[in-house]
């Protein structure tokens, strides 16, 4: 019976330590985990940040310009305005001969169109545009008109060569 005792509490004091061991080890481990995982979310919106950093929706001296209530002017929403933008100049790509403001003309009977789309500030425009074969971005200017009508007007393109 004296044998028996000892035993179980030699059992109960090893499986106490295993257990303690190993909560331990899963605390440490998910500290160790969190911690990387903060680390990459940090990193990761320090990247976002960063590359937003040329974008109207971050860009607060843009975003006044779109803000004519002083003068006696309206008040355009820059978040309603990149969608519709965005849109118009997509809108182009069903020309039969292609979208005429990646500043390229149809090669081999291919129209360029516009695929992406990144509005910078208050002026400028960012496109990528293509034909199946050939890259090619272009730098655009852009105006609302008092009309509220959108023109574009191509300022550099550039075409990458295969």
Not at 61 to 88: C, M, R
């Amino acid at each position: 019976m004296l044998y028996l005792f000892i035993l179980a509490i030699l059992m109960n004091i090893f499986t106490y330590m295993f257990y303690s061991r190993e909560v331990k080890f899963g605390e440490e481990r998910y500290e160790k985990t969190t911690k990387k995982l903060r680390d990459s979310i940090n990193l990761v919106s320090g990247q976002l940040a960063e590359a937003d950093y040329f974008s109207l929706s971050h860009n607060e001296n843009a975003q006044n310009y779109f803000d004519n209530s002083a003068s006696g002017g309206k008040v355009i929403l820059y978040e309603k305005l990149i969608p519709i933008v965005t849109e118009k100049l997509l809108d182009l790509n069903s020309n039969p001969k292609g979208n005429p403001y990646t500043g390229q003309d149809m090669i081999d009977g291919k129209k360029f169109i516009i695929n992406k789309v990144k509005i910078l500030n208050h002026r400028w425009i960012i496109v990528d545009f293509s034909n199946g074969e050939l890259w090619g971005e272009a730098l655009l200017k852009y105006f609302v008109n008092d009309d509220e009508s959108i023109s574009f007007e191509t300022n550099q393109s550039l075409l990458y060569q295969k």
